[in-house]
DNA sequence: TTGCGACTGCTGCCATGGTAGTGTGCCAAT
DNA sequence: ATTGGCACACTACCATGGCAGCAGTCGCAA
């Protein structure tokens, strides 16, 4: 028999009353998606994530048309719901396309980026070394999002954002598996302070360099786990 | 009263029993948007549209869903549904954003497009200029599209085109107001082909040069608009 | 005349039940 | 031993009904 979830190993669903449960279905299962707490190729089930969270079939089932619209799960009509492979040819892509957004928004913000801006962007360094130094590698990613998230809304391109985020839903699940790697965190955590830096002064064209070099440095060590962690991906 | 489609005038949905319904109300509601058949601002009601499609209220509900993730709806919980404004600071947003997408696209299609895909560019180039002529202007907008579709597919970026059709919703209902101007059809064929020859010849840097161009004197058709047509826009 | 509160008619939200489609495994026929 | 077909279990799909939240109105009281 596959559960679905492992009992009570999963953050349980707290429900707020005030927004409707569809959402809050949606977020949590996303979650617990790119946490991989929920695995690639995990059979999903309306009716058993229904029972398991106390709900009923409904909101589970619009959470799943929005994961799929997003390529988080494969719905086979009449026949289940599968959390989605990570292809390796959706992760190339989701890279290739968020490096050009990311490019844009980041000479957009060196140009554009006004003193409040800044001071959030710094905020969100301080949090991240913090994190950094605790090891508490949850709360880094959510801060590494957290910054990128920043810099496209210091342009006012919260569209934009939206797009990257559905984007890096492919990217996530393998980032996951990276970030408690030795060294990396203060690599990337530096590579975050060059690139404000160049935003600070205003020098777009350094900080589409730094970015430039934060993008590649993943995408190098996302090619090694492609490399050491086969039975990970498909294709 | 403000019905929410004037009885017959609309292209009726005629069922296929082998797709789940949601998709094609989905699309078919889509359609009805961009195509400016269903009007900015104007009220939708998942009892009013499942009774005149002859359906439940759920697949058009869940149709609503989707539709709201892409921005073409505002859903306000327990209130109603309303087709979304044409936000100008969206449509700028989608338009910056589709630029970057586009020159990158246009860029790799340059250096590595495969004699196949050079003559599936051809041939569409043919039929824009057949509908064209007929000045078939809702069959040149398919064309069009299908153009810089194939283009995303060209350098095997499919999911790149789903992001670019999601943000050109925003630019769809504007575009479909500019087609029928005089003119604009004859410049926007000729920009296709200048833009086919760059590709053809390899030269990523002319390719993307002409595609600047192609996007700009759009962008600038779509301010004229902007201007003039007022009452069209939101903020 | 004006302020305010109950009422009424909407809306989308969620629960639930029936149905058609799909795969699996058993059993019989060869 | 192999294969054909059929029954069954399971899925997501769609229909429907009850409900809570919001707005606009109408009447009553100050």
Redesign the interface.
Known sequence: MNTLVENGDLPVLTLDKNT?V?AQVYSHIRQLILRLHLKPGEALSEQELSVKLGLSRTPV??AF??LA?E?LVDVY?QRGTLVAPIRI??VK??H??R???E??IVRSAAENAGRRHLALLEENLRLQAKAQRRKDYESLMDHDEAFHRLLSESV?????WR?IQ??MGQLDRVRYRILPKPGHGDLVRQQHVAIFRAIQAGDADRAEHEMREHLDQIWATIEQLMRDDREFFTD
Chains 1, 2 share one sequence.
């Open positions: 409707p569809t089932r619009e048309i929005r619209d390529g009509p040819a959706e892509e989701a290739f396309i490096r050009v957004l490019f844009a006012a391109l919260p569209r934009a797009v559905s984007l």
